[in-house]
Nanobody, 119 residues
Framework: QVQLVESGGGLVQPGGSLRLSCAAS????????AGWYRQAPGKERDLVAS?????RINYADSVKGRFTISRDSGTVYLQMNSLKAEDTAVYYC???????????????WGQGTQVTVSS
């Protein structure tokens, strides 16, 4: 019923910036905690940043000082600055979605957006 759609990925040079968006669509829901994950070829999917409904934020050590996560009512953003080649990965949005009728929470994943950092 609820889908997450990522956008904003692309090809950038080292030192460049991108802003990823994760839009939640559907009905009868509230976006609770959310996060961005990434998965490079041949590697595991790792947490990049997370944000709670109350605004508590955590970052992976590898992106602190470069990435910023934020949110509004139905969209989660990831501002990525000073990008490095090792940031190249598919970036996935994940969210805990609350059904506002039954107040049950579900974990939802987006399909991912490719970020490539290369000269």
């Amino acid at each position: 019923q609820v889908q997450l759609v990522e956008s904003g990925g692309g090809l950038v040079q080292p030192g460049g910036s991108l802003r990823l968006s994760c839009a939640a669509s559907g009905s009868i829901f509230r976006l609770n905690g959310a996060g961005w994950y990434r998965q490079a070829p041949g590697k595991e999917r790792d947490l990049v940043a997370s944000i709670t409904l109350g605004g508590r934020i955590n970052y992976a050590d590898s992106v602190k000082g470069r990435f910023t996560i934020s949110r509004d009512s139905g969209t989660v953003y990831l501002q990525m600055n000073s990008l490095k080649a090792e940031d190249t990965a598919v970036y996935y949005c994940n969210a805990q979605v609350m059904n506002t009728v039954y107040f049950t929470e579900y974990n939802v994943w987006g399909q991912g957006t490719q970020v490539t950092v290369s000269s």
